[in-house]
């Protein structure tokens, strides 16, 4: 158990948390939460990992916003929060913390509490066919009705002058990816200003997580953003497992890192193929492709499910990795490996690759820092930030590992990101399968009750980034609230920036570069 | 055979044989690719398939979006008929003057850059500012290397260029080479090649040419498609046959004809292998790079005409 000590160094004057587990959490009175805030986010350096809210107006109580703060290395989050109970008015941070703009307007699009202050608080993911009186995650808000079509409007950004025109694309889009419209401002082929507009496929899934049965919750968060499936329910689990104080087994922790790794390993893969392959370098795309499938195999295998579905349970993993199993991967990798090396050797060879990939889609650090960008992107703009290092969980913390990071924050940037951290996944699996201790891989089936009236918070490195699971139970020790911040929520809002004043045709080559998950945004 | 004979022949010859050269260039992009790939004769089965659907046509579209499938298809294979594919017989025929066919060729892709703004589709828009930014780079380089052949056979007949060339001495070739080279590039720009443009991309904000018939569907894409097909068939013959004019027919005799129909498809496959190897090594240049390329090819192409004149 952790002492108050420990989070000392981390507490503002003024205030006065309760310390549970690795949590600090306690009420800051309205007026006072916008300097608490300053005071964590800058200085004490802390992150802004997000801001959410619950509704307690039918427990007796009103609407609480949660400002969850990270400690990186420490493993510890101080969560100051306010209560709303007769205003539906709260303090926008926005023109202090840049980042907190988003998590402020989907508050507001979701809870119908307006961040006063705000310099533009537009909706956030429903569009303007959903009525703007009606805020689904209130709990007086029935699930299972659909409400009436609205008709609303929808204000892009608009840039005025001689020659601009504007080319709308998507949600509906040639090749076979998910839906998101975007608004292209161009004057001939430059791009003046880029507005996504998501939320196509937004279905309820933090409501749902507050009406499922408890067993169910976990396929749900495994279905968020379904190339993530076992990170996102890594993270999910880590927060539960908080909340029951479920002991994980040690073999369990390190089978999560070679399963989670393996999904980055597939991912990163499939990207670094798809980056050559939409600057039309036709090799490298189906090796990339090829690459990937060597490791889906093997994920069907060790599993049966080519998403590790099902593979994470409350308190361990489902599926063990026999020896021999194990020895074989172990062979598969090192060969992998080398198929990998190979690949990049005949890609780097290609000028005309190469020049595709310099200077484009050039990622400013300041705007990087300001958004709180996380994951690839982040690191590619020279943010050593890895919630695998910064937050230990499972068995990172035993195993070798090294942040890789670049400096230029272009599209040839976040490839070699992808590069370097496929090489170390590989490692990081060799060294997991040559350490996996003995014993079980779960603490088997057993009742999960969770703790009343408590908070966690679980983290993972997922392979787009950081995903942060906010996790509430209420006066029965049911899930009162889930938040989800999967990475893309916080990395969408960058990419117009990444985009400005390159050529359209680049665009789908920064996009691709980018990657951000559409379903685990728009939740 | 008569004269009239070929001229039907080869108005046949392109349409006929083209989707295979497309079919080829893509199988072996698949092998390169560590794909086994679809068969040499898909392109025919998907233009066959296009045939048989229904159409959907926007309620904006005027006259030239439906005429002008028709006409670039009747300029392609009016083309295919007016270049020397089988013999360098034919010189009577009034569209075998090098003018002639590069400003007719022109004529199909101003048609093209219209039908594609005729919907008012973003896309077609882009497509047809891109494809004329190219189009008029390409002139130059086009022009010039054909050209450079002329002031060497001291005719713009392109049925006369070939017969001269096929005689000329191998030290006089260097010129010829160099003009070859200006040629290709300006090639791979008209017909919608790599660097210039990705004829298998799904990326809509990249095209240039499959932006432009984003809009069409059923007959008039199977039209379009087949016609692109016809162009590339049409600039690799030029390419064959004009800077390496061996194999043509001495006489309009059916054995000889079939014979050089022969060493044109030969040369032909060895064109398409080139352009796989090309498409399936190179990553596509950036669009502001393009011109970089398209001023070598006329800057090439000049050197050429100065070495020659």
Redesign the interface.
């Known amino acids: 158990m952790l002492s108050s000590s420990s989070f000392a160094a981390y507490i503002p004057p003024g205030f006065k948390p309760k310390f549970e587990g690795n949590l600090a959490t306690g009420a800051v009175s309205v007026s006072e939460i916008a300097g608490v805030c300053h005071d964590l986010y800058f200085t004490r350096g802390l992150e802004l990992k997000t801001i959410t809210a619950t509704d307690e107006r039918n427990r007796g109580g009103g609407f609480r916003i949660f400002y969850v703060f990270g400690v990186p290395k420490q493993n510890l989050f101080i969560i100051p929060y306010i209560v709303l109970a007769d205003t539906a008015e709260f303090p926008s941070l926005t023109k202090d913390i840049h980042e907190a703009s988003s998590y402020e307007r989907r508050i507001m699009t979701f809870f119908g509490l307006s961040p006063a202050g705000h310099p533009h608080p537009r909706p956030l993911i429903l569009h303007e066919n959903w009525p703007a009186d009606v805020f689904p995650l209130r709990q007086d808000f029935n699930w299972q009705e659909r409400p009436a079509a609205a008709r609303g409007n929808y204000e892009f950004y608009r840039v005025e002058g001689e020659g601009i025109?504007?080319?709308?694309?998507g949600p509906v889009?040639?090749?076979?990816i998910e839906p998101g419209h975007f608004r292209f401002s161009v004057a001939?082929?430059e791009i003046m200003l880029l507005e996504a507009k998501l939320g196509y496929k937004h279905k309820g899934i933090e409501k749902l997580f507050e009406n499922l049965p408890l067993a169910s919750t976990l396929r749900l968060a495994e279905r968020i953003s379904g190339d993530t499936s076992f990170t996102h329910a890594l993270a999910f689990c880590q927060a539960i497992e908080q909340l029951t104080e479920l002991p994980v087994p040690r073999r369990a922790a390190y089978l999560r890192v070679i399963f989670s790794e393996l999904e980055r390993l597939a991912n990163h893969a499939n990207d670094i193929g798809f980056i050559?392959l939409?600057?039309?370098?036709?090799?490298g795309?189906?090796?990339g492709a090829?690459l990937r499938e060597v490791i889906m195999r093997w994920n069907e295998r060790l599993t049966g499910s080519r998403f590790l579905r099902g593979v994470n349970v409350f308190g361990g993993v489902a599926k063990d990795i026999t020896p021999e199993a194990g020895n074989e991967l172990e062979a598969a990798l090192q060969a992998w490996q080398r198929d990998f090396d190979q690949v990049i050797a005949i890609a780097e060879d290609?000028h005309?690759?190469l020049?595709?990939l310099e200077d484009?889609g050039k990622l400013d650090y300041q705007l990087a820092v300001d958004h709180g960008i996380v994951g690839v992107a982040g690191r590619a703009v020279g943010l050593k930030k890895d919630a695998r290092l910064d937050y230990p969980y499972a068995a990172y913390a035993e195993l070798p590992l090294e942040i890789a990071v670049e400096k230029d924050g272009d599209v040839r940037s976040r490839f070699y990101v992808r590069v370097k951290e496929a090489r170390s996944s590989v490692a990081l699996i060799l060294a997991a399968l040559k350490n996996l201790p003995r014993g079980e891989c779960s603490v088997g089936e057993q009742r999960v009750k969770l703790a009343r009236n408590r908070c966690a918070v679980g983290l993972a490195e997922g392979w787009r980034g950081e995903i942060v699971y906010f996790v509430m139970t209420g006066d029965t020790g049911d899930l009162a609230r889930v938040d989800v911040r999967d990475p893309s929520f916080v990395n969408w809002a960058v990419l117009g920036h990444a985009g400005r004043g390159n050529?359209?045709?680049?665009?789908?080559l920064i996009n691709k570069s980018f990657n951000l998950s559409y379903s685990g945004n728009d939740l | 055979m008569s004269l009239f004979g070929l001229w039907f022949l080869q108005l046949l010859l392109v349409p006929a044989l083209s989707p295979l050269f497309i079919g080829i260039v893509r199988r072996v992009?698949a092998r390169?690719?560590?794909?086994v790939g679809a068969r040499v004769t898909q392109p025919y089965r998907d233009i066959l398939k296009l045939f048989r659907k229904d159409e959907v046509v926007s309620a904006d579209a005027s006259w030239i979006f439906s005429s002008a499938p028709y006409l670039i298809f009747a300029v392609s294979i009016l083309l295919g008929a007016s270049i020397p594919l089988l013999s360098a017989h034919l010189t009577a025929t009034v569209l075998g003057d090098l003018l002639t066919v590069v400003y007719v060729i022109a004529l199909s892709t101003f048609f093209l850059a219209l039908a594609g703004m005729d919907t008012g589709n973003?896309?077609g828009?882009?497509g047809s500012?891109?494809e004329m930014t190219v189009a008029a780079l390409t002139e130059g380089g086009l022009i010039f290397s054909l050209l450079a052949l002329a002031f060497t056979a001291h005719s713009s007949n392109l049925f006369v260029i070939a017969g001269a060339i096929s005689s000329l001495s191998l030290l006089a070739f260097t010129p010829i080479i160099l003009a070859f080279v200006a040629f290709v590039i300006a090639l791979l720009a008209e017909t919608g090649r790599?660097?210039f443009d990705?004829p298998?991309?799904?990326?809509?904000?990249?095209m240039i040419h499959e932006a432009m018939i984003l809009e069409y569907s059923g007959k008039k894409l199977a039209l379009m498609e087949w016609a692109a097909a016809n162009k590339f068939m049409l600039f690799l013959a030029l390419g064959a046959n004009l800077f390496f004019p061996w194999g043509l027919a001495a006489s309009a005799s059916p054995p000889a004809l079939i014979l050089a129909l022969g060493a044109l498809v030969f040369k032909l496959l060895v064109f398409c292998v080139l352009v796989a190897l090309l498409?399936?090594?190179?990553?596509?240049?950036?669009?502001?790079?393009l011109p970089d390329l398209l001023f070598m090819s006329f800057i090439l192409s000049l050197i050429a005409l100065s070495l020659i004149v």
Request: hydrophobic share 35%.
């Open positions: 025109y504007e080319i709308p694309v889009h040639a090749g076979i001939g082929e050559m939409d600057t039309g370098y036709s090799f795309g189906s090796q090829r290609s005309s690759l020049n595709r484009t050529v359209v045709p680049d665009f789908p | 992009k390169l690719q560590n794909r973003a896309f828009g882009f500012s891109r790599f660097p990705n298998a991309t799904h990326l809509e904000l990249t498409e399936s090594s190179l990553a596509k240049f950036r669009f502001f790079r």
